[in-house]
Nanobody
């Protein structure tokens, strides 16, 4: 049974940083591309960024580019989202997602991913 468990969310002041983790189990982690998404109250789930299965390539939504960094540790079956220079508009529930990948491919939509974590709340105060 595949499980993705996010952690590291919380309350932070604008300009601060948080590091989210996504611990995966029940899958061969290095065969899966990973993505991060977020959902603010009353809004749809929004792409934040993704990383290839090897970790060699990442891409980001324009709204977080230059502030957020995605990485992964395949030996520990964990993906990370480092968030710097946080803004109140970054407030949302953050989700990690996984999908089987047969190459170093990036995936950028909700429909691309098969497995999802339960989410972790990030709140940025002004």
């Amino acid at each position: 049974q595949v499980q993705l468990v996010e952690s590291g969310g919380g309350l932070v002041q604008a300009g601060g940083s948080l590091r989210l983790s996504c611990a995966a189990s029940g899958l061969a982690f290095s065969n899966y591309a990973m993505g991060w998404f977020r959902q603010a109250p009353g809004k749809g789930r929004e792409f934040v960024g993704s990383i290839t299965r090897s970790g060699s390539t990442t891409n980001y939504a324009d709204s977080v580019k230059g502030r957020f960094t995605i990485s992964r540790d395949n030996a520990q079956s964990t993906a990370f989202l480092q968030m710097n220079s946080l803004k109140p508009e970054d407030t949302a529930v953050y989700y990690c997602a996984a999908r089987r990948s047969y190459g170093n491919i990036l995936y950028g939509t909700v429909a691309d991913y098969n497995y999802w974590g339960q989410g972790t709340q990030v709140t940025v105060s002004s």
